[in-house]
């Protein structure tokens, strides 16, 4: 059952741009960590970026200089800024919070730590055209 709401989703062609926003949790205001994943069928859901409350980010090496993770002040909306968008890039994108002792962003995006306590939104499929 989905907590979180993404939004922005959508089809794009290859080299354009997207904003994903994600919002919805009472959770989701207070949680330290917030960050994004995608999904392909038959793949793993894979960490694409998150951002701490105090402004840190991380970034998956193969959107590294293309995405932008931010959050407004009052963390109450997370976004996902994504430019120079190709084929590989295609998936449905989930966004996630999770609270500061269960993972570092690093551990959660990457190392599977913590994610049995974080809290989902039900995710937005993103198209890149050929």
């Known amino acids: 059952q989905e907590q979180l709401q993404e939004s922005g989703g959508g089809s794009v062609p290859a080299g354009g741009s997207l904003r994903l926003s994600c919002t919805g949790s009472?959770?989701?205001?207070?949680?330290?960590?917030r960050g994004w994943f995608r999904q392909v069928p038959g793949k793993e859901r894979e960490g694409v970026a998150a951002?701490?409350?105090?402004?840190?980010?991380t970034y998956a090496d193969s959107v590294k200089g293309r995405f932008t993770i931010s959050q407004d002040n009052a963390k109450t909306t997370l976004y996902l800024e994504m430019n120079s968008l190709q084929s590989e890039d295609t998936a449905m994108y989930y966004c996630?919070?999770?609270?500061?002792?269960?993972?570092?962003?690093?551990?959660?995006?990457?190392?599977?730590?913590?994610?049995?306590?974080?809290?989902w939104g039900q995710g937005t499929q993103v198209t890149v055209l050929s």
């Open positions: 951002i701490g409350s105090d402004g840190d980010t």
């Open positions: 009472a959770y989701f205001h207070i949680a330290y960590y």
């Open positions: 996630v919070a999770w609270p500061r002792d269960m993972a570092t962003m690093s551990g959660f995006l990457f190392r599977r730590e913590g994610r049995g306590f974080a809290t």
